[in-house]
């Protein structure tokens, strides 16, 4: 079992930064692909960004590149989120997740496991 928590999650005026970090506990040699996604009220979840999936070694959302930039401490058994240039349109849920191997780093059901999420509100 592999447990995720994540935080950093905050309010900022657009323009500003956030750097989201997920803690991975458990048994952290049975993943490998890891990913942020996030779920704005009323819409679906979409993928931010991901690492060492089948798709690319680093991938990003287009509403992203640029500005945002996922990153991992294998030594902290940590993933972060570092968002820069933030959007009121970047506002929403994040949630980290996990997965044995990702084929497709934006399809949320190929994951195994996910954080209880942390709150991004940007003000415009």
């Known amino acids: 079992q592999v447990q995720l928590v994540e935080s950093g999650g905050g309010s900022v005026q657009a323009g500003g930064s956030l750097r989201l970090s997920c803690a991975v506990f458990?048994?952290?040699?049975?993943?490998?692909?890891m990913g942020w996604f996030r779920q704005a009220p009323g819409k679906e979840r979409e993928g931010v960004a991901a690492?060492?999936?089948?798709?690319?070694?680093?991938c990003y959302a287009d509403s992203v590149k640029g500005r945002f930039t996922i990153s991992q401490d294998n030594a902290k058994n940590r993933l972060y989120l570092q968002m820069d240039s933030l959007k009121p349109e970047d506002t929403a849920m994040y949630y980290c997740?996990?997965?044995?191997?990702?084929?497709?780093?934006?399809?949320?059901?190929?994951?195994?496991?996910w954080g209880q999420g942390t709150q991004v509100t940007v003000s415009s």
């Open positions: 458990g048994d952290t040699y049975s993943i490998y692909s």
């Open positions: 690492m060492y999936t089948g798709t690319c070694t680093t």
């Open positions: 997740a996990t997965g044995a191997f990702v084929a497709t780093w934006f399809r949320w059901d190929e994951y195994n496991y």
